[in-house]
């Protein structure tokens, strides 16, 4: 692993290895808006900004990290890919939002109150759940307020980019979308149309 | 190696010359012409915080001495090209990019050859890979060496396809084709 990652690492600002010549060895490339980690069973980016622009020729996605991808996959000793996953969240901040309204609002926009309130009187939180599971395919949306950057958190931890933090009490709505397919060669043009999908999700969520 | 342009509003200091004249274009757009022929005044040299002697002032190392906050530019976009130098002249080299590896596509596009100038030389027509940045008002080109990164076989597939060209195929045949 470390001969096919070490050309790569010149592109990076930094590298980190954390329980080396051991089974559970992650090596993480860190980039200035992104990170490639790599271990045993998996390879993963973790970027976060502007979304629109990934799918383009020469991307941070397609390089380097299915030129990585790639290089792996050529490796002696490589088994065989299984499955790809796309998880995304949007944060849509809404000016003046006050965290005491949105519960409630998204709730009577969303939701039948009346049987909500029979249930939890001035709940503080809400969260609608879609899935949809079909053969070797399965997609989850979740929606609902946006209540501070521990929404954040509980998720996937703190976003790379310190603007975020500025934002921190800044509340409004937000939509985690995972599309997760079993697929032997996932390409770049897979991730083309997990974006693809991706973003028209949000975008039929925000317009309701 | 990384060459920077930035918005940063030069009046005319006695810059050392460069070999990149086009990005010297780029960057004196934002010279304040009207002044060109002044001399820097006290409340001009006093309001700068970098860069005070100018006989001897030199750009890039004072832009290094800031490197903790080029460190956070906060790019918007960044691409990274597969490229191979094909010409290397004194002010311009000139690299063949493949802007679409999913179609094979490939473009040429010139840059400064400073840039370049961290590469062995006697190496002829390197791979390299172009690493762009950009925001509104910057950009960024980092040329880092393309061993173990870029894809060489699909510059041989296009070489292979160059050498097809020809009028062969376009001769009729002067006799009949044989079953």
Known sequence: MREVMAPFVPMAQDVKLENENNINCKCTLVFSTFNIYASWDRLIIRYDGVLEGLSDNNSIVQEPFFNLFGKIKETRGFGKVINCLCATIFVNHMKGAKKEELVGGFVEKHLKMDHISRLVDKPSDTCIVLERNTEGRQVTISYGPYLGIEDIQKRSGLPKNPEVLDHLDIFGEMIEVKIFETDSSPEFRTYKRFLDETINFKNLIWDI | ?179
């Open chain 2, 1 to 179: 190696m990384g060459y920077i342009i930035d918005d940063l509003k030069l009046k005319d200091y006695s810059l050392p010359e460069t070999d990149s004249p086009e990005l010297d274009r780029v960057s004196n757009s934002e010279v304040d012409l009207e002044k060109e022929n002044e001399e820097p005044t006290e409340d001009l040299i006093a309001s700068t915080e970098i860069g005070r002697d100018y006989p001897n002032f030199n750009y890039m190392e004072e832009l290094i001495k800031t490197r903790g906050f080029i460190n956070n530019e906060g790019w918007e976009k960044t691409i990274n090209i597969n490229s191979r130098i094909l010409h290397r002249g004194d002010k311009k080299v000139i690299c063949e990019c493949l802007i679409d590896k999913e179609n094979k596509r490939f473009e040429r596009m010139s840059f400064p050859s400073n840039i370049f100038s961290h590469l062995d030389k006697s190496i002829k027509n390197p791979y390299v890979m172009l690493s762009i940045s950009s925001k509104p008002g910057s950009t960024r080109i980092d040329v880092l060496k393309g061993d173990g990164l870029v894809d060489i076989e699909a510059f041989k597939l296009k070489d292979k396809w160059e050498k097809l060209e020809g009028d062969n195929f376009n001769q009729p045949h002067d006799k009949p084709i044989e079953l």
